[in-house]
């Protein structure tokens, strides 16, 4: 699959009422303090928006938002340039890097995320349509990455099948999981 525009969403379970303002600051406080590689850019408020972001920290690597798609509360990271490696690699990454961003918000904010579902997009409409071929393209190295993120659990994913929406497969696992678990399962 030649795409590296991956998104995913891990929902929150705890902190859905924390204030837009309390999620810019912190991601404001991130963009001071940060010392990584990648580079972030700016914050901004979106919480006029129904059903979309609320607040949304943009980086040149990825964006990170609180997002309230489907009326769903979560953190949606968005990859927007590659990071190496094949898809498999790519996507492994882009879960690993989500997880990472809701265990570091778990540590600064009251919030806590699930870790049995979350949302995975393919944020590329030419090269991964929203299709039955796609989805037969990806399901080898999805399968193989699910089964490593649940330790074998049983795993549901469902592909939302509007094609004139982007790629997206819900994903619902056996059994409670944090992200923290969830970590430690891709190391």
């Given at each position: 699959m030649p795409t590296h525009k991956i998104s995913v969403k891990f929902y929150l379970d705890q902190g859905h009422?924390?204030?837009?303002?309390?999620?810019f600051k912190t991601f404001n406080n991130w963009?001071?303090?940060?010392?990584?590689?990648?580079?972030?850019l700016d914050?901004?408020?979106y919480s006029h928006v129904p059903n979309g972001p609320v607040t949304l920290l943009i980086g040149h690597e990825y964006d990170i938002s609180?997002?309230?798609?489907?009326?769903?509360?979560?953190?949606?990271?968005?990859?927007?340039?590659?990071?190496?490696?094949?898809?498999?690699?790519?996507?492994?990454?882009?879960?690993?890097?989500?997880?990472?961003?809701c265990q570091r918000l778990e540590?600064?904010?009251?919030?806590?995320?699930?870790?049995?579902?979350?949302?995975?997009?393919?944020?590329?409409?030419?090269n991964a349509p929203n299709t039955e071929n796609t989805?037969?393209?990806?399901?080898?190295?999805?399968q193989a990455l699910l089964h490593q993120l649940y330790n074998g659990s049983e795993v549901?994913?469902?592909?939302?099948?509007?094609?004139?929406?982007?790629?997206?497969?819900?994903?619902?696992a056996e059994g409670d999981w944090s992200v923290a678990k969830l970590l430690e399962n891709l190391s």
């Open positions: 009422n924390i204030a837009p303002e309390t999620w963009i001071s303090a940060h010392n990584g590689s990648d580079v972030l914050a901004a408020d609180i997002d309230d798609t489907d009326a769903k509360r979560g953190l949606l990271y968005n990859r927007k340039q590659p990071n190496g490696g094949n898809f498999a690699q790519q996507l492994s990454s882009a879960v690993r890097a989500a997880c990472a961003i540590a600064e904010e009251a919030v806590v995320f699930r870790g049995n579902e979350l949302r995975l997009i393919l944020n590329d409409r030419l989805h037969n393209a990806i399901n080898d190295d999805l549901i994913a469902e592909r939302r099948k509007d094609t004139g929406q982007r790629f997206t497969l819900d994903i619902r």
